[in-house]
């Protein structure tokens, strides 16, 4: 399975972006998926997680409230919808696929909020 993350970039305080992350290859094999993030200086952080069918998710007490992950199974697309943005989100963002026993990972993109 291969992923490819779009929709990162430069946002003021407050703003909202929307993460996309399109899988092709052995889609049919994915379950659950989700978002990591890491910053300069800093270790990995789990943002969100959502079940293979969309009907279960988990977010980091840090966005909770504020960022909404989703999933359209027939555009083999994840979405993490993040609004109210603040300076301390700004990381770079990846999104990964459980694939059997294994994980797929995308390339990252960057997401940069301005205060």
């Known amino acids: 399975v291969q992923l490819v993350e779009s929709g990162g970039g430069l946002v003021q305080a407050g703003g909202s972006l929307r993460l996309s992350c399109a899988a092709s290859g052995n889609t049919f094999s994915i379950n659950a998926m989700g978002w990591y993030r890491q910053a300069p200086g800093k270790q990995r952080e789990l943002v969100a997680v959502?079940?293979?069918?969309?009907?279960?998710?988990n977010y980091a007490d840090s966005v909770k409230g504020r960022f909404t992950i989703s999933r359209d199974n027939a555009k083999n697309t994840m979405y993490l919808q993040m609004n109210s943005l603040k300076p301390e989100d700004t990381a770079v963002y990846y999104c990964y696929a459980n694939v059997g026993p294994n994980t797929s990972w995308g390339q990252g993109t960057q997401v940069t909020v301005s205060s």
């Open positions: 959502i079940a293979t069918d969309g009907g279960s998710t």
